[in-house]
């Protein structure tokens, strides 16, 4: 049998593993529209999308700033500033990309980011072709069959923590600073 002070001491433990466990769902929710995916932290909202390559494609937004982003198997030099070919239903161009550490991950930042949004609505598949050395290409493939979706979702939870005080953001250069 237990004493008052055990019974107490359990009462307390399971409050607090309770409220453990309700910060820990909000810290990091996760939300699937189709072929994309939405992760929203406490600071941050990523939505985003993955091909068979494990290559990723994505909506990163911190406070206020917003970028799409290349992540490859491929690796890359941290702050090398590079072209990409990008390739959509209804757009084709040469867009810059720079390598940026963010959460000891090495991310490409896609640049202008209206030229990826654009390109992001329009079609169900963007493409892109990095150069490689000795001429060669890698080429990336990514649904977007739930990306404008995800991304009006991710913009409007990045808006919503706007208004609460954040931690400093990692250093993205080549990023948007969105007016949410």
């Given at each position: 049998m237990l004493n008052k002070q055990s019974k107490i001491c359990i009462k307390i433990c399971l409050l607090l593993a309770t409220y453990s466990l309700s910060i820990c769902t909000q810290a990091n929710d996760k939300i699937i529209y189709q072929n994309w995916a939405i992760d929203s932290g406490l600071e941050t909202v990523e939505a985003y999308t993955a091909n068979d390559s494990s290559s990723s494609f994505g909506l990163f937004c911190g406070g206020s700033t917003c970028t799409f982003y290349l992540h490859t198997n491929i690796g890359c030099q941290p702050n090398a500033k590079?072209?990409?070919?990008?390739?959509?239903?209804?757009?084709?161009?040469?867009?810059?990309?720079q390598c940026t550490l963010i959460r000891n991950n090495?991310?490409?930042?896609?640049?202008?980011?209206?030229?990826?949004?654009n390109a992001v609505n329009s079609g169900e598949y963007i493409g892109f072709a990095v150069a490689l050395q000795g001429g060669a290409f890698a080429v990336a493939r990514f649904s977007l069959i739930g990306a404008k979706t995800a991304i009006g979702q991710a913009l409007n939870l990045a808006a919503s923590k706007k208004s609460k005080p954040s931690p400093p953001q990692p250093n993205l250069q080549n990023s948007r600073q969105i007016n949410l």
């Open positions: 590079n072209s990409v070919l990008l390739n959509s239903a209804s757009i084709s161009t040469a867009i810059n990309m090495y991310f490409e930042i896609l640049e202008p980011f209206d030229v990826v949004m």
